[in-house]
T-cell receptor
Framework: DGGITQSPKYLFRKEGQNVTLSCEQN?????MYWYRQDPGQGLRLIYY???????QKGDIAEGYSVSREKKESFPLTVTSAQKNPTAFYLC??????????????FGSGTRLTVV | AQSVTQLDSHVSVSEGTPVLLRCNYS??????LFWYVQHPNKGLQLLLK??????LVKGINGFEAEFKKSETSFHLTKPSAHMSDAAEYFC????????????FGSGTRLLVRP
């Protein structure tokens, strides 16, 4: 079945440590997105990518980095510069950024906790 | 500029009674509108979408929504709530400018009482 796989489901990070969240899709979608979700809040866009080797900052990119070396993969690194990284992270994809009639397909999320 | 407002942060209903989750939007263009559902610690699942075809849209699990341009609303309804409907629901509007983003509402948590 086609879909988006996020791993791990739960991740614990020590202070000052970088961690990388994985997002893989087999839907042949061009566009991929990373969102952050905090309790009682909506989704906030971190980064998005429309095409391989290209990505754009979203609304809250500080302290995060991404790469898009393959169409299927869009990993997110949470760096030590992110002061409050504890949150639920969601990856999504769509056929293209222009295909908004399609909506997004979401992964099942990664819950990151700083210990 | 496009925006979306979910009018209730929490809605509580009894099992078997109707569900109404309210959403108003603001858009300079004819928007695409979506409802997504999120169960605890899960990703978001598309319930239904409006893309300028029929104004009454039917989705999965018995949900439907009606696009009312005059009221700039896209309320989500279900005739009879089930315990499994307890979740968070997001109303989403497309931003049809050069950014091509989806704009998410702040969410409505639906509680279903036995």
């Amino acid at each position: 079945d086609g879909g988006i796989t996020q791993s791990p489901k739960y991740l614990f990070r020590k202070e000052g440590q970088n961690v990388t969240l994985s997002c893989e899709q087999n839907l042949n979608h061009d566009a991929m997105y990373w969102y952050r979700q905090d309790p009682g809040q909506g989704l906030r866009l971190i980064y998005y990518s429309q095409i391989v080797n290209d990505f754009q900052k979203g609304d809250i990119a500080e302290g995060y980095s991404v790469s898009r070396e393959k169409k299927e993969s869009f990993p997110l690194t949470v760096t030590s510069a992110q002061k409050n990284p504890t949150a639920f992270y969601l990856c999504a994809s769509s056929p293209s950024r222009q295909a908004l009639n399609y909506g997004y397909t979401f992964g099942s999320g990664t819950r990151l906790t700083v210990v | 500029a496009q925006s979306v407002t979910q009018l209730d942060s929490h809605v509580s209903v009894s099992e078997g009674t109707p569900v109404l989750l309210r959403c108003n939007y603001s858009s300079s263009y004819s928007p695409s509108l979506f409802w997504y559902v999120q169960h605890p610690n899960k990703g978001l699942q598309l319930l239904l979408k409006y893309t300028s075809a029929a104004t009454l849209v039917k989705g999965i699990n018995g949900f439907e929504a009606e696009f009312k341009k005059s009221e700039t609303s896209f309320h989500l309804t279900k005739p009879s709530a089930h315990m499994s409907d307890a979740a968070e629901y997001f109303c989403v509007v497309s931003r049809m400018d050069s950014s091509y983003k989806l704009i998410f509402g702040s969410g409505t948590r639906l509680l279903v009482r036995p």
